[in-house]
């Protein structure tokens, strides 16, 4: 059986420890976890791991955020995933810093990624990991705020948040998304 983990962000070192790119920063542990490296492919840097019989493709899109769906339609395409198998892991100004939800569906809250995503793919229903970056910015200043590095000591709650992200795609692959919810939510 086959998944498709993306993880969310923007290419390029300029961007590379911002709390948009938390969605890369996550794939890149699983992959180091598992031993995978990522090769630039069509529209994304790609890698390939298996895990419990399973095969994930973990795609870092290079469109850029706001073109995302792209990516996602095009890896969905070649790989033969089917929508119930694709996992988007994604930063969420509306969660506290470090808190991780999953959902099987839902709107695109503001987020222009998920929002291209779903205007690509014609539907929410797919499932996606929200990693709380926390909302501490002045009104208007919401790209400047995800745009941003980490703090200090949001960069010392990491590891361990990120350790926590792979715990959840571990889940979805491996027991489905409905058990990950009910194990993890809240963790």
């Known amino acids: 059986m086959k998944y498709l983990i993306v993880g969310l962000g923007n290419p390029g070192l300029k961007y590379e420890n911002t709390r948009h790119n938390v969605g890369f920063k996550v794939l890149d542990a699983f992959a180091k976890e598992l031993g995978a490296e990522f090769s630039t492919e069509k529209l994304a840097d790609v890698a390939t791991v298996k ?6 493709i973990l795609a ?6 706001n073109l995302s769906g792209k990516a996602v339609n095009y890896w969905m395409q070649t ?17 506290p810093f470090g808190k991780l ?9 503001g ?9 690509v793919l014609g539907t929410s229903q ?6 709380g970056v926390g ?14 590095d980490w703090s200090k000591e949001e960069s010392l709650s990491l590891p361990e948040r990120t350790s926590t992200s792979i715990e959840f795609i571990k889940g979805f692959s491996s027991i489905g998304l409905q058990l990950t919810m009910t194990n993890w939510n809240g963790k």
């Open 60 to 65: 870092k899109p290079n469109t850029f955020m």
């Open 101 to 109: 939800r999953m959902k099987g569906k839902g709107s695109d809250g």
């Open 126 to 131: 797919y499932a996606r990991l929200r990693f």
């Open 51 to 56: 895990f419990k019989g399973r095969t994930l």
């Open 135 to 148: 909302s501490e910015f002045n009104p208007g200043k919401q790209s400047n705020y995800v745009l941003g």
């Open 79 to 95: 790989e033969k995933i089917k929508i119930e198998n694709l996992l988007v892991i994604t930063d969420d100004i509306a969660l």
């Open 111 to 119: 987020h222009n990624g998920l929002k291209d995503i779903q205007a």
